[in-house]
C-alpha cells in the first residue's frame, strides 16, 4: 500500500483525490489544506502546500510513497525538488521544468527551439516599450503577465485600447511580480483544445481532450477566468488535429531533455486549432482545472501505478485505457466572480444531486465553517460532473444536477457545449 500526500485545494485536486481512491493501491491519503469535500477522503495535514522544505518534512515523518502536487505555485517554488531530494516519489515537475508555466517567455523560448507552431511573440519588460509596440499593432493581440497569475492574467484584446489596458494592467501591479515582464501575442482564430498528457521524463502519453469556457458569460462573454465549464472529449477535433497536438508534446519534451531539463508530470497543451493546424496558446506544468473533473472520470488505469510510473521513468509499461462514454462538468460560481464575491454561504442539495445516475460533484471552494455547516468559501465553489452514453446525456444529467444545488448567490453558465454540438462551423462566424 502507497501513503499519498495530496497537496492543493480546488476541483481538480478532489478529482484527483477520488481516483486515486479508486486504486487498489491507495493506502492512507493525506491532502494539505483540502476543501470541505476532501475531507470525506483524506485526513487534512497540516502542512505549508507551497513551503518545501515542510512538505518534504511531513512526507519523510510520515512515510510517504507518492506525493502528488496540484495546483502550480508549488510546482514552481520547487516542492518536487526538496520531496525528491528525499527520495520520495512525486507527481510534479521540478523548478525549473515548471518554468514551462512560471514562465511565458521560457515557454515560448523552448517552443521556438522545438520548432512547434505558435502565436508570433515579443516580451517586455518596459512599459514604454510594451506601449509602443501595441500601438504598432494597433489591432486585436493578447497580453500576457508572464509570471503565474491564477489563470487570470491574460487579456484578450480586440482593440488596442483594450491592449493598452491590459499593459497598464499588468505593470501596475494587478498580477503582482507575475506582471514585471509582459508578453504580447498575436490573436489566433479558431476552437480551443486542451490536451493533457503523463510524462516520465521520455515518455508521453496524451490524456483524452477536452475543451474549457473560460468567459464568465453565456455566448463566450465577460472577464476570463479560471474555467466555466468542461467537457470531454472534443468532437470537433479530427484524427489529424489530435496527431498534430500530440507530436508537438512530443517535440516539446524532447526540447527540454535537450536542454537538461527531464520533464516528469503532467503536461497540459492549451492549443488553438486554426486553420493551418493546432496552434499552441500556452503550457501548463500540471493538470488542468476543470479538465481535470471531465478527464479523469473516463479515464480507465490506476492512478497510484501511473503517477509513480511518471517519476520512475517508467509509463511506458503502465496500461491507460478510455471508454466511450462523455463527460460534462459546469461550474458553479459565486456571485460576482471573477471579481469580488461574497463567501460563507450554506451549501445545499449536494446529496440530492450526487444521486442522479453519472453524477459527480467535485468541491473547489467549500468549507466547513465552526458548526460543521458546508459553506462557500471561494470564486469557483462546485464542478458538477456527469459522464453518460452521449454527449446530450451527460450535458442534460450535468445541468439537472446543478439545479438541485442551491447557495446564496449562485452562477453558471447555461450553454456549456452547445458549440460543440453544433458543430466546428460554430466558430467560423
Known sequence: MVDILLLGSGGREHALLAKLAESPRAGRLFVAPGNGG???????????ANDPSAVAAFAREQDIGLVVIGPEAPLVAGVADAVRAEGIPVFGPDAEAAQMEGSKEFAKKVM???????????????????EAYVRELDGPCVVKADGLAAGKGVIVA?????ALAGVDECFSGAFGDAGATVVVEEMLAGPECSLLALVDGEHVVPLATSQDHKRALEGDLGPNTGGMGVYSPVPIVTDEELEQMIDIERRVVAQLAADGISYKGCLYGGFMLTKEGPKVLEFNARFGDPETQVVLPRMRADLVEAFLACDAGTLDEVEIGWGDDWAVSVVLASA???GSYETGKPITGIERAAELEGVTVYHAGTKLDDEGTLVTSGGRVLNVTCVA???EAARDGAYAACDLIDFEGKTLRRDIGLRAL????????
Open 112 to 130: 521556438e527551439r522545438a520548432g512547434v507552431p505558435t502565436a508570433a511573440w515579443r516580451s517586455f519588460t518596459s512599459r514604454d516599450e510594451c
Open 422 to 429: 453544433a458543430g466546428r462551423g460554430a466558430w467560423e462566424v
Open 38 to 48: 476532501m475531507q470525506a477522503l483524506a485526513e487534512r495535514a497540516d502542512v505549508d
Open 158 to 162: 480586440q482593440s488596442c485600447e483594450e
Open 336 to 338: 460576482g466572480y471573477p
Open 389 to 391: 452514453p452521449t454527449f
